[in-house]
Structures are given as C-alpha cells and as structure tokens.
C-alpha cells in the first residue's frame, strides 16, 4: 500500500495527463458519423504508430556493441514506421474518394 | 530533455487532437489527417536529432536505414491495396505497432531492474504489445479468408480466462522477484502471443471489425505505457488518445450492430449453434427464383429503386458494375439510391469507402434512419450480398441473436430483389424469412456477374 501511495505521489502530473487526455479523447470521438468510421479507425491505427518514438530512443540509447538491443530496435522502428507511413497514407487515399464529386 | 525537442513533442500533440477532432467530420477528415500526420513527422524527426546522447554513425545508419525501409513498405502497401481489403490492412498495420511496443519492452528489460514502476511499464508493455501482435494476425488472417473456421476449443472461454490470469500472476512474479532472467521475459512474451492467438480464434468472422477495433484500442494503450517508461508525453498522449477513442469506436460498432462487447469476446453466436439452426426449416417455404432479363423488366419500369449494397458486394468487387447500374436507370428516369446500414461492407463506414471508390454521388447514399420511411413506396429493392443487415427477425423473433438490432425495413418496399450466391446463411448464420415472402424473387449467383447480366438485358431494353 505504501508503494502505491509512493508511486501515485511521485506520479502525480502523470495521472492528470492521464485522465484528462482518456476525456478528450472520449469526446473528440463521440458522435461521429458512421461513414467516417473506416477512415477514423486507420487513422486512429496510424496515430498509435507513435510507438515508434520509443524504438528511436531504444536504439540511441543502445552501445554500439550491443547487438541485440540494435536489431530488436532495428526491426521495432521498422514494424511502427509501417504502422505510421502506411496508416496515414491509406487514410488519405480513402478520404481522397470522399470529395464532392461534380457533376 | 532538450527544450526543442520537449516544444515539439507539445505541438506534435496538439496536433494528434486537432487532427482525431478533423477527423470526425466529413469535409475536414482530409486535413485533420494531415496535420496528425505532420505532427508525427516532427516528433519523428525530433527524437532522432535533438537529444544530448552520443550517438555513433553506425546507429544513425541503422535508424535511417529502418526508417526508409519501413516508409517504403509502408508506402507501397497503401497505395496498392485494394479498398475491399481495408479490414485487412488496418489489422495488419495495427499488429505491427504492437509488435514495436513488444520489442520495446523486451530490449528496456534488462536495463531498468529494480525500479518497480518502471519494470511495471515494461512487463505490461510486454504482454499488451505480443497480445496485439499475435491477436491482430490472426484477425488479419481471418478476414483474408486464410484461416476462415472459427476454432472453438472446448470450454474455450474458461481456457483463456485462466490463461489471462497466469499472465497477469506470472507478471507480478517478474517485478516483484526483480529477476534478470532474459528466458522469462522470452517466455512472456510467448504466453502473450499465445494469448493473442486463443483471444481471437473462436470469435467470428462479422464480429472481426469489432476485435480489431478493440485491439487498434490495446496498441494506442501499450504506446502510452511505453511513453510512461521514457516519460515522454508525445507518446503517452497520443496512445491514451487512440487507446480511449479505439474504446469509442468499438461501443459504438456493437451498438450497430446490436451486441455487448462481453458477448463479441466470449459470444456463442454463428459458429456451432448457428450451424445447428441452420436448415431446421423454421423459417420454410418457398423461394421464389427469378432471371436476369425478368429482374431488369422489373427495374426498368419503375419509379424509385433502392439498393442495399452488403458485404457480399464487397467481396465480389462489385462497386463498379453497381455504379454503373445506378447511373444507368438512372438515366432511363428511375429514381436511384443505395441505403447504407452502419455496419454494411465489412466493418463500419467501409460501404461508403467502397462506394466512394466507384464515384457514386455521395448524395446518393443515404443513411438508414432517413431511408427507412422511403421503402414504402419504393417499388424495388435491390438486395446486393446483404443479409442480416434486412433480416425482418431483428424485429419480430425475440429468439433471433439479432433480435433488436437496427435494420433496413426492405420489406415495406413493393418488391424486393434479393441477389446471393446461394442460400446459405449470412454471416451471423441467421435463417433470413425475407427469403421466403411473397414479394422476394431471389437472383442467385456471383455479385459482379449478376449484375453485368442485368446490364447488358437493361441496354437492350
């Protein structure tokens, strides 16, 4: 228990950020049409590709010796690079075919 | 942490809101994909130049060489899949992101013993990340109709309920024991993709859109506990933001499509029971078969036609040949549109993407609530590849799984052609009485070439 109350005092501002970014985004989403759920949910896949920010930072903070670390970061900025490129990519191709057609 | 880079990290998640919130409306979804995707740019290229590590140029090699890998790979998938094959994709992209977060915690392991709240974040790191790996693959797999069978083992529900809880107590074990054991975190991992695997095999095929969207939900939730082990908010903001808005999503898919999330996961729908229903003749009668050149007679010599495009649609690619079906009686004076049920296609909003693909007019497309009083003096509903999304049981069989789920009213309409390749039931394995009313005339056959038929006998005409 002593841990706990430990980690939440030490913790504090994070738990704020927390909270308050699970509320905004709650209600950023809330009420969206459903034509826009496909793209959205690319879109939403896309955004979470800002794992990848932690793959960098494995790999900068690995010794150049350690071999593991770099090719477990090497294959980790790959997978979420994917996941970003390709992820806003194929969004913007789909919202693309939403414009106002002329007639 | 250099104060660049912390301004940066600010606006880059300034942008992920503006541009999630951009995404919500039609004529702004366009830029509000951008701008997220700038501000994940600068982030990008922020972490890797401003920092005050020392930084050999073989790691910088390798850091631009995975990115320019990735990019391209990225890059090419995008532009070349197909629009029916979005489900897929999304699945698979989304894997990969939690496969990044996995290798994360697997490489940070052995470099913070000792410190609890950091061990926590990696070991659920971890377990999150190998969950939606493994867990998104066989989604990926399942929608591409490479493993099609729902696997059920037996009293599967409680085998992946004890399974779960062995991870989370084998969890524990880890950080309290403070182990520097690189086997055990190999192991968890592997009890993670394990885990992944038996959360998503018995779970059925028209509810996929729903798991992926759960486990598009977990990836943004292991971003932002990695972003909790580097205290870096870029990360721990937009994971919270995709982790919460995932959650939205999948509520909202499951309302459309009349389910509780509880009975998705650990659901007894399609699959064995449905197998049983099917062919009890319930539901018996007769159907009544019609041709190519009788449904285009029919077609061709009334006022208003409505057609609901569904997953079969998808499937057979046929969102061109519609299109060309709809401007084609649409020209011969018939009043054309396609009533679009939230979850038609293959996940939510997919008809529209599809649709859209094909250039039919968006005002063309018309949302379920505001189309369902005008089935009543449509004189012909064209059924195309849907089934659940028309089943009258949604209304009148408190027994149905589907019972209370919103539904198109095609059967106020004063005809209905239903086009399916066979009788077999769609995909929630639900026995369909508009088969058998008296204004049904089934067209039986393939998507594409049924409607190609209709084509050529309506030029004729």
Known sequence: ?103 | MNITLSIIYLIATITFVIGLKLLGHPETAKKGNLIAASGMGLAIIGTIFLHNLEVSNLVYGLIGAAILIGSIIGWVISVKVAMTKMPELVSLFNGFGGASAALIGIVEFGSNLGNTTQMITIIAAIVIGSITFSGSMIAWAKLNGTMWKDIRLPKYNLINNVFFIGILVFSAYIVTSNTDSNFIVYLLLLAGLVYGVLFVIPIGGADMPVVISLLNSLTGIAAAITGILYGNMVMLVGGILVGSAGLILTFAMCVAMNRSLASVIFGAFGGAEAAAAVGTGKTGGTVKKTTASDAAVMMNYSDKVIIVPGYGLAVAQAQHVIHELEELLTKKGVEVSYAIHPVAGRMPGHMNVLLAESNVDYDKLVDMDDINPQFKNTDVVFVVGANDVVNPAAHNDPSSPIYGMPILDVENAKSIIINKRTMNPGYAGIENELFFNQKTSMLFGDAKAAIQELLTELKGM
């Open chain 1, 1 to 103: 228990m002593n841990e706990f109350i430990e980690f939440i005092k030490s913790n504090l501002e994070l738990m704020y950020i927390l909270i308050l970014a699970i509320f905004i985004g709650v209600e950023v989403i809330k009420n969206i049409p459903a034509v826009l759920h496909t793209p959205l949910m690319s879109g939403a896949n896309a955004l979470s590709g800002v794992v990848i920010v932690g793959a960098i930072l494995v790999m900068l903070h690995a010794e150049p010796s350690n071999y593991i670390a770099l090719s477990l970061g090497f294959i980790a900025v790959v997978l979420g690079i994917i996941n970003v490129v390709g992820g806003f990519a194929v969004t913007n191709r789909m919202l693309q075919m939403f414009k106002k057609k002329k007639k």
